[in-house]
């Protein structure tokens, strides 16, 4: 089978249980870019089912799809530790790849997929459709114009609650050796990448992980304490026993501040920067008045498809990629740095050391046991998550 020309990019789907059936929907109904060619799965009788759904072509590995040259990208929703081979043998076929978050369980082969993209001169997208949020894009907006200035505090707070059914929903759930951790891995991503994009990287961390009220393998509590770049200080904290409402992203900076609490975003600026208000002011007890500032917010409907289409026009048009892959590495290594840290019991600096963490890893799959489903699977994504 061969490519027909054409102005839209031909998309297969890799895994195609309800997310990546999800992504067939969006493709297939919001993405005029991109038309869909085929599905892969290595459920046979599903991924038959579905590619009739869909009425494209079936395949039972990414292999005999990249042998077949009918599609121009994948996209891939399995579970966290394929992606990294599944997206590597992709690139080096000629393939763009978008894959879900995150990119991989581990920053080591999550590297390697961004080198290999650049080698192969392949785009490589990673699924944060939270980046097109109308509160988030204007937030960012806000920070990267120098509205905050140097930060001196920041907080992430976000609860996912989860129950045990939806642990014992899918084999994979949960552990290490087909998740490759817990909240961090799956929850937890799309605030940790909105995160450090606000604040940078930290450079320092100290965390904390812990199984708490779950029967898993790995964690459903996470916490951490953080130096940043330029010496300001911040707080982590995520958890699966913690139901909503309660998600806080607050950023403290000389100049001013942001706060989000679940669906409301406030801003303010100061009317003088605190350090030089600190030293010069006569008053006594009168700070820098805090002036709000109104954001300016995009009312169009956003999605995963907005990140579909943009790799799609990125490729095709040469748009602004705004969902890189090495864009995503920066919220896995705090993921991997805060494990290790609570694993070693001590405060690390950051770039985490990848060979450790590959051990670490390594070691608790070792522990790793198959597991029972106990309940059908109804839903994979977050409710709250528009599709």
Not at 123 to 150: C, D, Y
């Amino acid at each position: 089978m061969a490519k027909k020309k054409t102005n839209k990019l031909k998309m297969a789907v890799i895994g195609v249980g309800v997310m990546g059936q999800g992504h067939c929907k969006i493709i297939k109904e919001k993405v005029p870019e991109m038309e869909l060619v085929a599905v892969v799965d290595a459920n046979e009788s599903n991924v038959d089912k579905i590619a009739k759904t869909f009425e494209v072509t079936p395949f039972y590995s990414h292999r005999d799809l990249i042998k077949a040259g009918i599609c121009d990208a994948v996209t891939i929703a399995t579970p966290h530790p394929l992606h990294a081979g599944i997206a590597i043998d992709c690139l080096k076929g000629g393939l763009h790849v978008l894959s879900e978050k995150p990119l991989s369980e581990r920053i080591s082969t999550a590297e390697k997929m961004v080198a290999v993209a650049k080698k192969n001169k392949r785009t490589l997208a990673v699924m944060f459709q939270r980046r097109f949020e109308p509160k988030i894009e204007a937030v960012l907006e806000f920070v990267r114009s120098g509205n905050i200035g140097k930060i001196h505090r920041a907080m992430l707070v976000s609860p996912e609650y989860r129950s045990q059914a939806y642990y014992d929903s899918a084999s994979w759930r949960a552990t290490w050796q087909f998740e490759g951790g817990g909240v961090m891995m799956n929850q937890a991503p799309h605030v940790m990448d909105i995160f450090v994009n606000l604040v940078g990287l930290p450079v320092k961390v100290t965390g904390k992980v812990e199984t708490k009220m779950h029967k898993i393998e790995v964690e459903d509590f996470a916490e951490a304490t953080m130096t940043l770049k330029d010496g300001g200080h911040a707080y982590f904290y995520c958890s699966t026993n913690e139901p909503l409402p309660g998600q806080i992203i607050d950023v403290y900076g000389d100049k001013g501040k942001i706060s989000i609490r679940d669906d409301s975003v406030s801003c303010w600026r100061y009317s003088e920067p605190i350090t030089k208000h600190m030293k010069t002011s006569k008053e006594v007890w009168v700070p820098p008045k805090a002036e709000p500032v109104e954001l300016k917010l995009n009312s169009q409907e956003r999605g995963p498809h907005n990140v579909l289409g943009n790799f799609a026009r990125h490729i095709l048009k040469g748009e602004k990629l705004v969902c890189s892959g090495e864009s995503g590495l920066a919220s896995l290594e705090l993921a991997n740095a805060i494990t290790l840290s609570s694993y070693l019991k001590k405060e690390l600096k950051l770039p985490i050391s990848r060979r450790r963490y590959d051990e670490l890893l390594s070691e608790l799959r070792k522990t790793s046991k198959p597991k029972k489903i106990k309940a059908t699977e109804k839903r994979v994504t977050d409710p709250r998550i528009k599709t």
